[in-house]
Nanobody, 128 residues
């Protein structure tokens, strides 16, 4: 059983930056695909970014490409999401998630249903 705990959320003005962290425990972190998803009030959960177990494959949603950077440190069992040039539409609860099954990863990385473990989420609020 893998436990995921996010941190680093908060409130910033548009154009600001935040760095989210996801600490994992209870499993072999280096074998897990990691993803970040977000959900704004009244909206469906959406994919933000994903990184494969060895960091070779990295994907971003078009809405955050060029502004957000996902990374991981397998030695520290952590995944991070660096968010720059934040916009009010980035306001949401951000969750990290872990994916076990590597098969067909390049087609599954943005599918929330493929992820096995989820953190509780951290709120990001961007004011204009």
């Amino acid at each position: 059983q893998v436990q995921l705990v996010e941190s680093g959320g908060g409130s910033v003005q548009a154009g600001g930056s935040l760095r989210l962290s996801c600490a994992a425990s209870g499993g072999t972190f280096s074998s897990l695909g990691m993803g970040w998803f977000r959900q704004a009030p009244g909206k469906e959960r959406e994919f933000v970014a994903a990184i494969s177990w060895g960091s070779r494959l990295i994907y971003y949603a078009d809405s955050v490409k060029g502004r957000f950077t996902i990374s991981r440190d397998n030695a520290k069992n952590t995944a991070s999401l660096e968010m720059n040039s934040l916009k009010p539409e980035d306001t949401a609860v951000y969750c990290c998630a872990a994916l076990i099954n590597r098969i067909n990863y390049n087609n599954n990385y943005d599918n929330a249903n493929r992820y096995n473990y989820w953190g509780q989420g951290t709120q990001v609020t961007v004011s204009s």
